[in-house]
T-cell receptor, first 114, second 111 residues
Framework: DVKVTQSSRYLVKRTGEKVFLECVQD?????MFWYRQDPGLGLRLIYF???????EKGDIPEGYSVSREKKERFSLILESASTNQTSMYLC?????????????FGPGTRLTVL | AQTVTQSQPEMSVQEAETVTLSCTYD???????LFWYKQPPSRQMILVIR??????QNATENRFSVNFQKAAKSFSLKISDSQLGDAAMYFC????????FGQGTRLTINP
């Protein structure tokens, strides 16, 4: 059974704190993604990684960074959390290949920044 | 840039009836795929159905089918014989490796 896990379901942080969101997949997928989900805006891509130590900016990378030191793990970092980063964060992974590959999602982390 | 638009923030349907969720998209890609994902309350997002843009035949998965109109850039999802377990947020998406998602439609099933 394929699995994408995220380190926390709920997280509360203070403005200015450094925040780490962790994602782990056990499917040996090359590609991993971080999305932000907000009501009325759907899912927006923050960053994605197509290999270890490789990353590319998505549509809304400002205020975020990522790290991928191992194939199975993709971390999202908020260097200095702000209240406008309060949101649901979803991680996903997929194989690399021609055409389509299904994205598998984690359960999400609901982050509140006070 | 790709865009995906879901114009129905909320929909409701009686159990056992049929409901159609709308989606329009815009892309400059010649080779792309279209997807419907389901996000049940407090549960993980899962793929419902996908359509290859180069295929004219509409995809079907059990009670779920799509109406793909390539010229109109329209990709609607039809759910037949709606069940209580179909209640969820539904997201339309376009792309291949990277996906662009719509705003979502919250579907309520009335018993």
């Amino acid at each position: 059974d394929v699995k994408v896990t995220q380190s926390s379901r709920y997280l509360v942080k203070r403005t200015g704190e450094k925040v780490f969101l962790e994602c782990v997949q056990d499917m040996d997928h090359e590609n991993m993604f971080w999305y932000r989900q907000d009501p009325g805006l759907g899912l927006r891509l923050i960053y994605f990684s197509y290999d270890v130590k490789m990353k590319e900016k998505g549509d809304i990378p400002e205020g975020y960074s990522v790290s991928r030191e191992k194939k199975e793990r993709f971390s999202l970092i908020l260097e200095s959390a702000s209240t406008n980063q309060t949101s649901m964060y979803l991680c996903a992974s997929t194989l690399t290949g021609l055409g389509y590959n299904e994205q598998f999602f984690g359960p999400g982390t609901r982050l509140t920044v006070l | 840039a790709q865009t995906v638009t879901q114009s129905q923030p909320e929909m409701s349907v009686q159990e056992a009836e049929t409901v159609t969720l709308s989606c329009t998209y815009d892309t400059s890609e010649s080779d792309y795929y279209l997807f419907w994902y389901k996000q049940p309350p407090s549960r993980q997002m899962i793929l419902v159905i996908r359509q290859e843009a180069y295929k004219q035949q509409n995809a079907t998965e059990n009670r779920f089918s799509v109406n793909f109109q390539k010229a109109a850039k329209s990709f609607s999802l039809k759910i037949s014989d709606s069940q209580l377990g179909d209640a969820a947020m539904y997201f339309c998406a376009s792309g291949a490796q990277k996906l662009v998602f719509g705003q979502g439609t919250r579907l309520t099933i009335n018993p």
